[in-house]
């Protein structure tokens, strides 16, 4: 019987325990595993290697997306670490820029270092949200994501994995803005797809965590050393944590999307909003390529004021909204990227990226929808 994604996170870790009949995975707090006899094991050695509740939520995911395998990191910056790991100094990749600030300062200040010749692709040279003409057949992979962070830009994911598989290059796709349940980028062939799950699928802002979920074994194969040789893995107890959350996921996701389609009306004619980005509208320039890869418009929306003052009047103001970093939770965040998420970004890279000084991220959770829209409302009344 083919189960619906739904029902598959509903029940998420609830038949982990065969012995008891748990109806919720069991958590094990265990460092290490006794052996049943001399070059025996039960499957479980060391919990860096793996453990019981990890591995239950690491199944659970592998399923969820549609992968070989999938594994469970002690944050997103875990995840996106691992995969860079996969190429060597001296190898060429090819990166997005307009990207999150964390990404980019992993790739700037760690792995240009290290020896990885990072190449940007400016998103002023896409047509249409294709980049194929752009990629460089001597690069080694490609780094992406869609829709991307601040901005929402709205990038073809199969004409880019098309074109660069013709060169033999891996794939990786962060897929946090989206998720699996409305956008599945292994199944239009990317071969690695990465998480900062303490967004979206944890959902609840109590949990770090990431994932990182391969496309064949061979690949799974290479993750699993990088992860058990480096040792950022996810502890049992937010492992536990992760799955709990999932079972909510498609509920959340459902509400988050319909509040965010509401406030981005209301933001579209407020005469101090001057930009909306949002794939959900209409005139949104990627709003038809994004309705062919991706069943629903997510909850992450930006805008951009008309005077940098007002993004501090709104920030001090707020009272439903937090003014937090992160994103998909339960709560109504709103982040400033200059300041915050894309603070180490050069201000002219920023600039050119349109990560201004009058930009503002909203992550729309599930509140009352009014409530939301009363309070930015009375943030963006005049003083």
Not at 91 to 118: A, H, K
Not at 212 to 241: D, F, H, Y
Request: hydrophobic share 40%; aromatic share 6%; charged share 20%.
């Amino acid at each position: 019987m083919s189960l619906r994604q739904s029902t598959l996170l509903a029940q998420a870790g609830s038949r982990a325990c065969d012995r008891t009949g748990a109806v919720s995975a069991p958590i094990y707090h265990s460092a290490t595993f006794r052996h049943p006899g001399v070059g025996v094991s039960t499957g479980f050695d060391y919990s860096r290697t793996a453990n019981p509740t990890r591995q239950e939520l690491e199944n659970v995911l592998a399923t969820l997306e549609g992968g070989a395998r999938a594994f469970a990191f002690a944050s997103g910056m875990a995840a996106i670490d691992a995969s860079l790991r996969l190429f060597q100094p001296g190898d060429r990749i090819q990166v997005l820029e307009d990207l999150y600030g964390g990404t980019w300062r992993i790739l700037e200040g760690v792995y240009r270092r290290w020896g990885l010749d990072v190449r940007y692709i400016d998103p002023a040279k896409l047509a249409d949200g294709r980049l194929g003409a752009l990629i460089d057949p001597t690069s080694k992979g490609l780094f992406l994501e869609t829709p991307t962070n601040p901005r929402l830009r709205v990038i073809d994911l199969r004409e880019a994995i098309a074109a660069a598989h013709v060169h033999g290059q891996l794939v990786v796709v962060d897929n946090t803005f989206q998720g699996f349940l409305t956008q599945r980028p292994l199944e239009l062939g990317a071969d690695l797809c990465v998480y900062s799950a303490t967004k979206f699928l944890g959902g609840h802002n109590d949990v770090l965590a990431g994932v990182a979920v391969a496309r064949t074994e061979e690949l799974a194969k290479r993750i699993g050393w990088i992860q058990n040789t480096t040792g950022a893995v996810l502890g049992p107890q937010e492992s536990w944590l992760l799955l709990r959350s999932l079972k909510t996921l498609s509920l959340r996701q459902e509400r988050q999307q319909e509040n965010a389609g509401l406030v981005v009306r209301w933001l579209q004619v407020h005469p101090h909003v001057v930009r909306v980005d949002y794939p959900g509208l209409p005139d949104h320039p990627g709003h038809d390529l994004h309705c062919s890869q991706a069943s629903g418009f997510g909850a992450m929306v930006a805008c951009e004021l008309d005077d940098p003052a007002l993004v501090t009047q709104v920030l001090s103001r707020v009272k439903v909204w937090m003014y937090a970093e992160s994103l998909g939770g339960v709560e109504s965040l709103i982040t400033f990227p200059a300041l915050q998420t894309h603070a180490d970004v050069p201000t002219e890279i920023r600039e050119r990226l349109g990560v201004n000084d009058r930009l503002l991220r909203l992550s729309v959770g599930i509140e009352d929808a009014q409530d939301l829209l009363d309070d930015l409302a009375w943030a963006l009344t005049s003083p």
